[in-house]
């Protein structure tokens, strides 16, 4: 379950790379948000299908909540004269690293409990030393 949202990030990053779209420098601000909060979105819905708690409604809450909010503080920062959008910016690319590494270890986990030729004392190690 957790592959369809990376296979989405992947076809949009490859049409977006063929596809040649002129974006304005007026919104470049607003788009860089909206990216932001895509990936967040979907590194976060990802981690939470591996972890066995996904939820389609939150995801796609999580991602019109976010990009709302996100633009509201870059256009209120643009009518205030202050660079607000840095602030989700900031707090986008944190949470995305922090999923992103939440998403490395469950698959490590998962790697590391298929080992066909480990005892189970053995496994439990690897997880502890997995965690330090």
């Known amino acids: 379950m957790w592959i369809i949202?990376?296979?989405?990030?992947?076809c949009g990053a490859l049409l977006g790379s063929v596809i040649s779209l002129q974006i304005p420098v007026a919104y470049a601000k607003y788009l860089s948000i909206a990216v932001l909060a895509s990936m967040?979105?979907?590194f976060g819905g990802s981690?939470?299908?591996l972890e066995g708690?996904?939820?389609?409604?939150?995801?796609?809450?999580?991602?019109?909540?976010?990009?709302l909010i996100a633009?509201?503080?870059?256009?209120?920062?643009?009518?205030?004269?202050?660079?607000l959008y840095t602030a989700a910016i900031i707090v986008?690319?944190?949470?995305?690293?922090?999923?992103?590494s939440a998403i490395r270890h469950l698959l490590m986990r998962?790697?590391?409990?298929?080992?066909?030729?480990?005892?189970?004392?053995q496994?439990?190690?690897?997880?502890n030393d997995l965690l330090h």
């Open 71 to 83: 633009a509201v503080l870059a256009y209120l920062g643009d009518r205030l004269g202050v660079d």
């Open 40 to 42: 967040d979105s979907v």
């Open 5 to 10: 949202p990376v296979l989405g990030l992947i």
């Open 92 to 100: 986008f690319g944190i949470r995305i690293f922090s999923n992103l």
């Open 47 to 49: 981690r939470s299908a």
């Open 110 to 121: 998962r790697y590391i409990k298929s080992y066909p030729d480990a005892s189970d004392t």
């Open 53 to 67: 708690k996904f939820n389609s409604l939150v995801l796609l809450s999580g991602l019109v909540c976010n990009a």
């Open 123 to 127: 496994k439990n190690n690897m997880l």
